[in-house]
């Protein structure tokens, strides 16, 4: 299965957009209101690994480690791959594009499952 998201960020430069990636307070602020809990968080560089708890009818494991890492002057991409899944799930790749549009930032996901 694939799910593909596109979001532009009207008004906010591609450099603080980056930086925000980088920051594990992204992660919190984009989790606060999900039944998640975040066990740990090294980083987005390649080699770097994330752990939540989910929340589904009982707390799952969902571990991650990202490849992939790429950045320029007005562009981000890096990928998790899922390396503990909860339910049954056989694979997970989620694959983030940032990049810079004129005033703008625009953040694409792709998560094959």
Known sequence: MI???KVTIKNVRFKIVNEAFHS???VKFLTIFQPV???SWDGIDDGKRAYFK????GWRNFKVKHEGYKVS???LDFIDRGTELPLGIKSWKHTHTVKADG???IISDMVYF
């Open 54 to 57: 989910l929340w589904l009818f």
């Open 3 to 5: 799910y593909n998201q």
């Open 73 to 75: 002057k007005d562009r």
């Open 103 to 105: 005033e703008n930032t």
């Open 37 to 39: 809990k975040i066990i």
């Open 24 to 26: 594990k307070e992204l």
